[in-house]
């Protein structure tokens, strides 16, 4: 390292600097701009030091560990400290362009470091951190090392405490004049006068603004904006903001120089007054005049001079047209007309009905509700609906049992001829028609588009869903359904069960091979189902037959498929068995696979009788020859083993990595162990030698065998015996 330290320009001439010894080298002494400067030419950091005392430092091209944060580029950084407690503790560096930092021990505080404070002031001191500068932005928000600069920067004052002391450290905005001791507040006092504070509230999640001279008055902001003192004034109210619809206990107003203030709207003139003296028919405000202006407690009765209600209606004038105690027209409205708006609002526990209706004694109808929406002709609108039931439950509320229509049929002595509980019925020329449209969504536990149920003690038949379809058209469906289908109980079909197989569904069609190895590795079971465990899935009774999906899903893996059995609950809502998964298996994919192995099997039958046949031709050419029996059997006869014959066995079967061929020589002769394919072709001899009589054992290696089915053959003295063998993949 070279280190100069030699002068300081001062327009055309230089003050020469007493140095410390250590510091004087020669060659750069002299005072030419441009040449001689105040530095170093190498990648060494600059130190200024007086006392013999480290006061300030300007980096080489640098970059080190800040908190948690790798390798932050600190080139050129400067720092200025008052003693050498700041450069002798990690991270031994300034944290921006310029960093004053207090020079007392663990005065660097590193928790509030963001690599973004770089291009500005840095401080540090009393444990604490703030910087003021630039803020830039990075194509890669996390990249504040290599990342490309965009033009986007953002001005900023920032500050940071130690965890967990959110309530300790706070911006204040201060002003202070020419001190007196006399004040203890304000702009001469010690403290200065406090115009604003930012205070990081409880955890830190939220920061309050504070307006005014908070140290003097002992408290804290309590809101996001907490004035102290004084008030607002607004010097222009603009018009666009007037709200005449709010309707809420206070007022604000304000007064001629626009400040803000509040008031009761009790306190408001009201130019209501009664009136019910004869002839008027109508009664406003009826009920204790508690105060200038109609209020909770007061009725209004349109047709009776005692309302019992907020609004009480009555016709009962006998006229021979029909009556109607309320017509309500609404048109005109350019965003939208209702004629009747209804709300009913109730303290928890209580019942509120927004709309109750009671029709009684009509000889030929009686309606609680007639909903008629008409579309006039010329007219279009886009949803027309006679009636429409909505049920809106906010995020905190509770509800046991919600229904957007609820529709029941009652009677405990009466006779009814046919019961509706909800009867839909569409019947127009339109693109589609729904007599009843239900979908479910949303439910935490479980939807129901529709939910039915048809139970009855003294019916003779019950159905939870009935539906028929009559119609001129092609394509007729009782039922049609997009998804899967849960069937507990039995399932009858009188017609054919259809499923998709036209070619026009179809890509890559290849034969089906090996199906005769496929179909030998399965194995059918009989078994009873455990209806007391599992009795919401209503299985059948009796012994079973069938195939173990577990085993199946081993050798036809697609033909198994894993589902949940969802949980169950009864009419209250309570779940009565919980959801589960298990395995279920497709019988309908096992039929090509039994097509196939049929079809191989008939294969392999043909070529062994060939194979057979050839055989016997050369026995019977042999004896014509004058080999045989003096009794004219041959001794070398062909048979081919079945099931039963223990002569030839081969343990296991099917196998993986090997078997034990099992044989029982009658006599002493020359024995011969061969392998040949499913299709009779020899591939190979095992043993072959002279055997003495008795019980015989060959130990198999199959282990590189493709899986598949094989023929193992024994010859003894030219007699075969024919043993079928399958390999298995492990």
């Not at 109730?346 to 030929?364: F, I, M, R």
Request: aromatic content about 10%; overall charge negative; hydrophobic content about 35%.
């Amino acid at each position: 390292m070279r280190t100069w330290i030699t002068a300081l320009l001062l327009g055309s001439g230089s003050v020469a600097f007493a140095q410390p010894t250590e510091w004087l080298l020669l060659g750069n002494n002299g005072t030419t701009a441009g040449t001689n400067f105040l530095g170093t030419d190498d990648a060494v950091r600059l130190t200024v030091r007086t006392d013999d005392s480290w006061r300030l430092q300007v980096n080489e091209s640098e970059s080190y560990n800040i908190d948690a944060f790798s390798l932050m580029p600190a080139d050129g950084f400067v720092g200025i400290s008052p003693d050498d407690a700041f450069w002798s503790t990690a991270p031994y560096g300034p944290f921006g362009r310029l960093h004053l930092a207090e020079g007392r021990e663990y005065n660097t505080q590193t928790i509030g470091y963001r690599p973004w404070m770089r291009n500005g002031i840095n401080f540090t001191g009393n444990n604490d951190q703030m910087y003021i500068g630039q803020k830039y932005t990075y194509d890669d928000p996390e990249d504040h090392t290599s990342g490309e600069l965009l033009d986007y920067t953002d001005a900023i004052i920032q500050w940071s405490d130690n965890p967990g002391t959110w309530l300790s450290d706070r911006m204040r905005f201060i002003f202070t004049s020419e001190y007196s001791s006399m004040s203890t507040t304000g702009n001469a006092s010690l403290e200065g006068l406090e115009a604003m504070q930012l205070y990081p509230h409880d955890d830190g999640s939220e920061v309050f603004v504070g307006i005014g001279d908070w140290f003097a008055a002992g408290v804290s902001p309590s809101e996001r904006l907490d004035v102290l003192n004084r008030t607002i004034r607004i010097r222009r109210l603009v018009p666009d903001y007037e709200d005449t619809g709010l309707d809420y206990d206070k007022v604000m107003v304000t007064d001629d120089d626009g400040r803000i203030h509040w008031r009761p709207i009790s306190t408001l003139d009201c130019e209501w007054s009664m009136s019910g003296s004869s002839p008027n028919h109508v009664y406003t405000a009826v009920g204790s005049a508690s105060a200038t202006c109609p209020d909770e407690v007061e009725n209004v009765g349109i047709g009776t001079a005692s309302p019992a209600y907020k609004l009480h209606v009555v016709d009962d004038t006998p006229v021979s047209s029909t009556t109607r105690a309320i017509h309500a027209l609404a048109t005109g409205g350019t965003a939208g007309n209702t004629c009747i708006a209804a709300e009913a609002e109730a303290d928890n526990g209580t019942a509120s009905t927004a709309v109750w209706a009671l029709a009684y004694n009509g000889s030929a109808t009686c309606t609680g509700i007639s909903g008629v929406a008409n579309v006039e002709a010329g007219e279009t609108s886009v949803n027309i609906y006679g009636v429409r039931g909505n049920t809106e439950i906010d995020v905190d509320a509770t509800v046991t049992e919600a229904f957007g229509v609820h529709g029941q049929v009652s009677t405990s002595t009466g006779t009814i001829t046919n019961a509706r509980g909800v009867y839909g019925r569409a019947e127009a020329t339109a693109t589609r028609c729904y007599g009843v449209e239900g979908t479910g969504r949303n439910g935490t536990t479980v939807n129901y588009g529709g939910r039915f149920e048809a139970t009855s003690t003294t019916a003779g038949t019950n159905y939870g869903v009935f539906a028929s379809a009559n119609s001129s058209t092609t394509a007729n469906w009782a039922g049609w359904f997009s998804g899967d289908i849960n069937v507990t109980g039995q399932g009858f079909i009188p017609g054919n069960l259809w499923t998709p197989s036209d070619a026009m569904f179809k890509t890559n069609v290849e034969p089906l091979i090996n199906a005769v190895d496929v179909i030998a590795q399965l194995d059918a079971h009989t078994y009873d189902y455990l209806e007391a465990d599992f009795p919401m899935m209503d299985l059948p009774s009796g012994n079973q037959g069938g195939l173990i999906a577990q085993e199946l899903e081993l050798v036809l893996p697609s033909l198994v498929t894993e589902t949940t059995f969802p949980a169950q609950y009864d009419d209250q809502g309570n779940q009565t068995s919980a959801a589960f998964e298990y395995k279920a298996v497709s019988y309908i994919g096992l039929i090509p696979y039994l097509i196939g192995a049929i079809q191989e099997q008939q294969q392999q039958i043909a070529a062994m009788q060939q194979d057979l046949s050839a055989c016997c031709e050369g026995r019977a050419m042999l004896q014509g020859s004058g080999g045989g029996n003096t009794d004219g059997q041959s001794t070398n006869e062909l048979r081919a083993s079945d099931a039963t014959d223990q002569r030839l066995t081969i343990t296991p079967n099917p196998f993986s990595e090997g078997a034990v061929i099992g044989y029982n020589l009658p006599k002493a002769g020359m024995v011969s162990l061969q392998v040949s394919d499913a299709s009779g072709k020899s591939l190979f001899n095992l043993f072959e030698g002279q055997q003495m009589e008795g019980t015989q054992r060959y130990d198999w290696n199959t282990s590189f065998l493709a899986p598949g089915v094989y023929h193992v053959t024994l010859l003894v003295d030219g007699a075969p015996l024919v043993k079928k063998a399958v390999k298995v993949a492990r």
